[in-house]
């Protein structure tokens, strides 16, 4: 038996390993570029009207207020009402 033949499947793992590596690299990048994580900074007005909604009682007006100026996801925007 020759070398060639003993190391034959060892390269067709180590090949299938990096191509499998790479395609998981390729997909998690495009999952980023889809998702950018951008952090929006609500002005002071938005931040007190959103408080005064709050303590009014209406939470959901109040989530819904932030989403639209700012942009947030729902529990991003709940998270920071709740924060108030």
């Known amino acids: 038996m020759s070398p060639l033949e003993i190391a034959t499947p060892s390269i067709i793992a180590l090949t299938a390993v990096i191509t499998a590596t790479a395609i998981w ?14 952090r929006p900074n609500p002005s002071d ?17 109040a989530v819904f207020l932030v989403r639209g100026e700012t942009g947030m996801s729902q529990s991003a925007a ?3 009402v709740n924060r108030l």
């Open 78 to 80: 709940a998270r920071f």
């Open 45 to 61: 007005d938005l931040v007190d009207q959103a408080r005064e909604l709050k303590a009014l009682g209406q939470i959901q007006e």
């Open 25 to 38: 690299l390729i997909i998690v990048a495009a999952r980023l570029t889809q998702r950018p994580r951008n």
